[in-house]
């Protein structure tokens, strides 16, 4: 038989209350990783992976791979430039300005459950965006890229470029891998004359 001791019950009670203390947020989960990437002549540039799911509270880490190609890791928030809401309405919006050397990162904890939908800020209209639900999806990131359209006090957000709309992996495709990858081999286009 093991005898408790005060230290060991308070132990196990901190314990007990720590797992109590935030229900519904990631405790140790670990950081996912987002490479931003292009390739070697910066005609293609793209965040791997492209979609995550994550935990309420998970850590996401943005870490630039490109030697000379610098790249940003932008909301989709009127804060932004005035781009479109495209993550939850109480997310705080977010730009990782301009990392410029391999191995710079930026990295931020997402709380609020929801679609969140961001850019590189040089390279948003070539399509290099990426996608992060939190928990279930829901908020203006699950509507069609055109939904404020019309609507009051909209009218000086910017649209999603076409090549950034459709480079969006789909939110049940992103809900049922956990993780969609990028596909570099998709975005190279045969050399001419072959």
């Not at 038989?1 to 203390?21: E, N, Q, Y």
């Not at 390739?39 to 979609?51: I, N």
């Not at 969609?180 to 998709?186: G, N």
Request: net charge positive; aromatic share 8%; charged share 20%.
């Amino acid at each position: 038989m093991t005898m408790l001791t005060r230290r060991g019950f308070l132990s196990a009670g901190g314990l007990a209350l720590a797992g109590l203390a935030a229900p519904g947020v990631a405790r140790s989960a670990p950081v996912v990783e987002i490479r931003m990437r292009s390739d070697e002549h910066g005609a293609h540039a793209w965040f791997d992976p492209v979609g995550v799911l994550i935990r309420p509270g998970q850590t996401v880490r943005w870490i630039m791979d490109s030697p000379g190609n610098p790249h940003t890791a932008t909301a989709y928030h009127p804060n932004n430039a005035k781009h479109s809401l495209r993550i939850p309405e109480t997310a705080t919006p977010w730009d990782s300005g301009f990392l410029l050397n391999p191995g710079d990162r930026f990295e931020l904890q997402l709380v609020a459950e929801g679609v969140y939908d961001y850019f590189c800020l040089p390279h948003e209209a070539a399509g290099m965006v990426g996608r992060i639900i939190v928990g279930r999806p829901g908020g203006p990131g699950a509507l069609s890229v055109d939904y404020f359209v019309g609507r009051p006090g909209t009218a000086e957000w910017l649209r999603v470029p076409p090549d950034a709309a459709k480079a969006f992996p789909s939110v049940p495709a992103i809900m049922a891998q956990k993780v969609v990858r990028h596909r570099e081999l998709s975005l190279r286009r045969p050399e001419r004359g072959r």
